[in-house]
């Protein structure tokens, strides 16, 4: 029989799309959920992505609709492994070395939920350090996945700037080897990345408490327009560290997404992967991985990871998607530049905006605001002051920042 079943809150990104699609005002604006719009408003379908599904179709690259293996297409994996590894002294040795597991999943969320479903059965402490604030669904995830969920802090609403005194103080005090979440680039929602200074500060405390990291890479392309750039400073100083001294990190995972830099929502494509110096432990992990996954799933979907292989091993192709990635950024850094200059400065000091990277802007507006927002302009952004940007063009970065200095000026 069913029991006591009540109404489940509404998620606090996805939940806005629902209201935005209800809202009958014609100039209703959605900057909730971080899918790219191009200058008309409209899903943008990346060109390379589109040869790339021409190539499997019309010249017949794709050969079956058969199902993959459970942890992925093997062609997928090793040239996802080398486009994030392979540019990096110390990734091509742990390449070669076959220290690193890598797994296709069901994109960035999938792959989150298997790291830690992963940890929870194998790891000793099910307590993750994330920052505060973070992605809202990181709380789900790992508390879903029987991970404690507990907080570092992260941004500074006074000064809008890296709290970096008060991280490394918890962080210090985390239970000792605590699991951390960290963000590769683009931090989500703040789009605020720590300098490389503050990397090797933070990760001499995780050493230090011999946290485990997770590292979450959604928006790998966005801080610099070329996804190789913005291999997280995290991830080589990590390898690196690994390599030279692997007692001090024996160990660490990283979850990726081609969501939004191929602009594959839907297609649900992503990786796990997980670094570790034995050999040996590595074909344990990937054993267990496979139990993991084959009563959850079975095994991951085979559209997107065609289009990435297809992607990733022709060149010209590959430039052509470098490309596209920079016309994402570019635009997304002139809506950010224009929404600046729109926005009342007698008002409020704006000039956080200007140093934030990726799709988002956080605003520091408080949670009444954004209602205010909401209720009284149709525009819709999380109620912790986020915005995102790819709902803003031209066409209506005046109708938003004239909204956010009315909400600001009461
Ligand atoms: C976001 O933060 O808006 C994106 O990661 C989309 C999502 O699934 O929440």
């Given at each position: 029989?069913?029991?006591?079943?009540?109404?489940?809150?509404?998620?606090?990104?996805?939940?806005?799309?629902?209201?935005?699609?209800?809202?009958?005002?014609?100039?209703?604006?959605?900057?909730?959920?971080?899918?790219?719009?191009?200058?008309?408003?409209?899903?943008?379908?990346?060109?390379?992505?589109?040869?790339?599904?021409?190539?499997?179709?019309?010249?017949?690259?794709?050969?079956?609709?058969?199902?993959?293996?459970?942890?992925?297409?093997?062609?997928?994996?090793?040239?996802?492994?080398?486009?994030?590894f392979g540019h990096d002294e110390?990734?091509?040795?742990?390449?070669a070395e076959k220290r690193i597991?890598?797994?296709?999943?069901?994109?960035?969320?999938?792959?989150?939920?298997?790291?830690?479903?992963?940890?929870?059965?194998?790891?000793?402490?099910?307590?993750?350090?994330?920052?505060?604030?973070?992605?809202?669904?990181?709380?789900?995830?790992?508390?879903?996945?029987?991970?404690?969920?507990?907080?570092?802090?992260?941004?500074?609403?006074?000064?809008?700037?890296?709290?970096?005194?008060?991280?490394?103080?918890?962080?210090?005090?985390?239970?000792?080897?605590?699991?951390?979440?960290?963000?590769?680039?683009?931090?989500?929602?703040?789009?605020?990345?720590?300098?490389?200074?503050?990397?090797?500060?933070?990760?001499?405390?995780?050493?230090?408490?011999?946290?485990?990291?997770?590292?979450?890479?959604?928006?790998?392309?966005?801080?610099?327009?070329?996804?190789?750039?913005?291999?997280?400073?995290?991830?080589?100083?990590?390898?690196?560290?690994?390599?030279?001294?692997?007692?001090?990190?024996?160990?660490?995972?990283?979850?990726?997404?081609?969501?939004?830099?191929?602009?594959?929502?839907?297609?649900?494509?992503?990786?796990?992967?997980?670094?570790?110096?034995?050999?040996?432990?590595?074909?344990?992990?990937?054993?267990?991985?496979?139990?993991?996954?084959?009563?959850?799933?079975?095994?991951?979907?085979?559209?997107?990871?065609?289009?990435?292989?297809?992607?990733?091993?022709?060149?010209?192709?590959?430039?052509?998607?470098?490309?596209?990635?920079?016309?994402?950024?570019?635009?997304?850094?002139?809506?950010?530049?224009?929404?600046?200059?729109?926005?009342?400065?007698?008002?409020?000091?704006?000039?956080?905006?200007?140093?934030?990277?990726?799709?988002?802007?956080?605003?520091?507006?408080?949670?009444?605001?954004?209602?205010?927002?909401?209720?009284?302009?149709?525009?819709?952004?999380?109620?912790?002051?986020?915005?995102?940007?790819?709902?803003?063009?031209?066409?209506?970065?005046?109708?938003?920042?004239?909204?956010?200095?009315?909400?600001?000026?009461?």
């Amino acid at each position: 029989h069913w029991v006591d079943v009540q109404m489940a809150p509404p998620d606090k990104i996805l939940g806005l799309s629902e209201l935005y699609v209800k809202d009958p005002n014609p100039k209703k604006v959605n900057l909730g959920v971080g899918a790219y719009r191009d200058e008309e408003g409209k899903p943008w379908i990346l060109p390379s992505v589109k040869e790339a599904e021409r190539k499997l179709v019309v010249e017949g690259l794709e050969k079956d609709k058969e199902y993959v293996p459970i942890l992925g297409s093997g062609p997928y994996n090793s040239a996802v492994q080398k486009f994030i590894f392979g540019h990096d002294e110390f990734g091509k040795k742990l390449i070669a070395e076959k220290r690193i597991v890598s797994a296709q999943t069901i994109s960035g969320t999938g792959s989150l939920r298997v790291i830690a479903e992963l940890l929870n059965k194998f790891y000793s402490v099910k307590k993750c350090y994330m920052s505060a604030p973070t992605w809202p669904n990181h709380l789900n995830v790992f508390r879903d996945a029987g991970v404690e969920p507990a907080a570092y802090p992260y941004y500074d609403l006074d000064t809008n700037s890296l709290d970096i005194e008060n991280l490394l103080a918890t962080l210090n005090k985390a239970e000792k080897g605590a699991l951390i979440l960290l963000h590769s680039s683009c931090h989500n929602p703040t789009g605020l990345d720590a300098t490389s200074e503050q990397w090797d500060q933070i990760l001499e405390v995780i050493t230090k408490r011999e946290l485990f990291p997770i590292v979450d890479m959604a928006y790998q392309g966005f801080a610099t327009g070329d996804p190789i750039k913005d291999l997280g400073i995290v991830i080589h100083k990590m390898t690196k560290m690994h390599y030279e001294n692997p007692e001090k990190l024996p160990s660490f995972a990283l979850c990726q997404s081609f969501a939004k830099n191929m602009g594959l929502y839907g297609e649900r494509t992503g990786s796990v992967f997980l670094v570790h110096e034995s050999p040996e432990f590595i074909s344990k992990i990937t054993s267990q991985l496979k139990a993991l996954v084959r009563p959850m799933y079975s095994s991951p979907p085979c559209h997107g990871s065609k289009i990435v292989e297809v992607i990733l091993n022709d060149e010209k192709l590959y430039k052509s998607w470098l490309g596209d990635v920079a016309k994402i950024t570019n635009r997304l850094n002139e809506v950010r530049s224009g929404l600046y200059d729109n926005l009342d400065h007698s008002l409020r000091n704006w000039d956080h905006l200007k140093r934030q990277k990726g799709m988002f802007s956080y605003t520091g507006l408080s949670k009444d605001e954004m209602l205010k927002l909401r209720s009284d302009f149709s525009i819709y952004g999380t109620d912790d002051g986020r915005f995102s940007l790819a709902g803003i063009s031209n066409r209506n970065v005046k109708y938003v920042a004239e909204a956010v200095n009315a909400v600001v000026k009461k």
